[in-house]
């Protein structure tokens, strides 16, 4: 069975740091390109992150040099470390799978979803 699985979730103050997890069972996530997503109250979701099988990486112009993705190839995760968190970063985080070998940005291009992980910035 195909699941991936997000950890690293809490709540944290304005300026603060999280690192967010993807694992994965029943799939290789070496061989996908992997998505960070968000989705806030009201809001629609939306790419946050994104990184190919060759580490080639995608960022949301929102978090660009705030956030980093990186895969752990023995560990079969791949990691969102977010950095100098605002308020407007609260929101349900997602990782997911896509199986063809591009950066894609819409939700619909990625076949396999975790279940999120409440990310909330307040003080």
């Known amino acids: 069975q195909l699941q991936l699985v997000e950890s690293g979730g809490g709540l944290v103050q304005p300026g603060g740091s999280l690192r967010l997890s993807c694992a994965a069972s029943?799939?290789?996530?070496?061989?996908?390109?992997i998505g960070w997503f968000r989705q806030a109250p009201g809001k629609e979701r939306e790419a946050v992150s994104c990184?190919?099988?060759?580490?080639?990486?995608y960022y949301g112009d929102s978090v660009k040099g705030r956030f980093a993705i990186s895969r752990d190839k023995n560990e079969n995760t791949v990691s969102l470390q977010m950095n100098s968190l605002k308020p407007e970063d609260t929101a349900v985080y997602y990782c997911?799978?896509?199986?063809?070998?591009?950066?894609?940005?819409?939700?619909?291009?990625?076949?396999?979803w975790g279940q999120g992980t409440q990310v909330t910035v307040s003080s």
């Open positions: 029943g799939l290789t996530l070496n061989s996908y390109v």
């Open positions: 997911a799978a896509r199986g063809l070998p591009v950066i894609a940005v819409d939700t619909d291009a990625y076949n396999h």
């Open positions: 990184i190919t099988t060759d580490g080639t990486s």
